[in-house]
């Protein structure tokens, strides 16, 4: 990575801290700001919305955030023992500004590093296993794999560069209306090929091997996505980013920056599921006749219904994750978009390891590995293996070796039998299992992602998954849609899907 590289990012880090003086300082107030907006969803997405709208819309505008179950969604915890361990997402690349920039504005800090070492398992034996000396590691990759290893490193990076042009165009208040328009913006049409073409395509085009395909990337997308190298290509490039060095996490979950980012919006949380959207005509003071959105809702006090200017969607709409009806559009609205999300089942166990299973024939006083990969072989039963650390590092923490009880994570895409458990552990004092529809099922080629906007005022932010499924692209979806939505109320058209932004927007930082 050259310094030029690295400027240019820390340039587009401190102009995303400010990017909220911009759109007060700036906006052209051609209209009266709203007086309410709801956003439907209180995960990353939803709470990240909150804050931006927030940001663009001044302190006059009331806010409130739809949430009938707890604040994070997919971003979520459990308690074992005395500690809390991550169950949902769980790390964050280093190059995510707008996750750096939260945790900045929240005050909370990175969660303390525990060394960590990797292993490849292929349902028999383990294929690799790092070592604790970079160059052996290095070399054994050469001589397997030639340079691919490298290569693969460069090519994400590639494919980085361009990814971060968003931030450039979101610090000078720019917004598209589609999540084409979007990843256009950023890679032009090497994105939006990506997205219609399997990873595994991809890189054999770019001269990757097979072998190297199945032994090493096909791990990476099944820890990450559950898939294999057969998901898209651009949400394949996120999963090969996500084994970069340097990932970090929020110390005492990352939770803390959905909770946090509500709490800075001053949004009013209201514990209740959303049953329907209608859209609601009525009278106003200068007597012509104004639209609003009517949100119906089920909380403890049972139902009620309330109206509002804008309204965000910060929650999949799809089979088996919502039941929002859209009431009077037309044309109609669909309760349910194409496509499917894939199910991940992360099971937590307290016990002790069998480390036979992983067919290695070391002591498991001395088996240090932390976190183990599996290849797409079939009948495998587990796509990831690892040795979980709280989500408060206590002073003095060791994580403890694999002849001592602790607490593992395993990733599987259906729930573990006792059988199955019995194989992995020779014992267990207690095992949490969470069912996630973690992210869409990435069968490439599609017709296109669901849209942004769905109605004049009504967005749908949960539209960029089907381009990847992350917490920093929910981060930017937020961002774009609360742009979006501040721009089409004020009728900033020339802030929407402008072309060649690049080129225009080089010289500016």
Known sequence: MSLRTMSLRTLLFLGVCHTGRRCLASAPELRDQPKKIAVVGAGIGGTAAAFFLRQEFGAGAKIDVFEPDTVGGRVATVKIGEHEFE??????????????????????????????????????????????????????????????????????????????????????????????????????????????????????????????????????????????????????????????????????????????????????????????????????????????YEISYLGESGSAHSLYDIVLVAAPLHQGLSDISFLGFSPPLPSHYPGRYHQTVSTLVHGLLNVSYLGTAEKASEFTVSEVLTTDAKGSVINSLGSVDPVHIPPGYKRPPADQSKVWKVFSPQPLSQEQLRRMFLSWDSISEARWLAYPAYRPPRRGAPPFILHDRLYYLSGVEWAASAMEMSAIAARNVALLAHHRWHAQGTKIDQEDLHTRLRGEL
Request: hydrophobic share 45%; aromatic share 12%.
């Open 87 to 292: 169950t949902g997402g769980s790390v964050i690349h280093p190059l995510n500004l707008h996750m750096k920039h939260f945790i900045e504005t929240l005050g909370v800090a990175q969660r303390k590093n525990v060394p960590s070492k990797m292993a490849i398992f292929d349902g028999k034996e383990l294929t690799f296993e790092e070592s604790d000396w970079s160059i052996v590691n290095f070399l054994r990759l050469v001589w397997r794999y030639g340079f691919n290893f490298l290569r693969m490193q460069m090519w994400v990076e590639s494919v980085l560069d361009k990814f971060m042009r968003i931030y450039q165009y979101q610090q000078f208040g720019y917004s598209f209306s589609s999540v084409e328009k979007l990843l256009h913006a950023m890679g032009g049409d090497g994105f939006l090929n990506l997205m219609n073409q399997t990873l595994e395509e991809a890189m054999l085009a770019e001269g990757f091997s097979q072998i190297f395909l199945n032994d090493i990337v096909a791990p990476i997308t099944r820890v990450n996505y559950g898939q294999s190298v057969r998901i898209n290509g651009f949400v394949g490039a996120v999963s090969l980013a996500g084994a970069d060095s340097g990932l970090w996490a929020v110390d005492g979950g990352n939770k803390r920056v959905c909770s946090g980012l509500l709490y800075h919006s001053k949004a009013e949380l209201i514990p209740a599921r959303v049953t329907s959207i209608s859209i609601k005509v009525r009278p106003s003071k200068s007597g012509t006749a104004a639209s609003f």
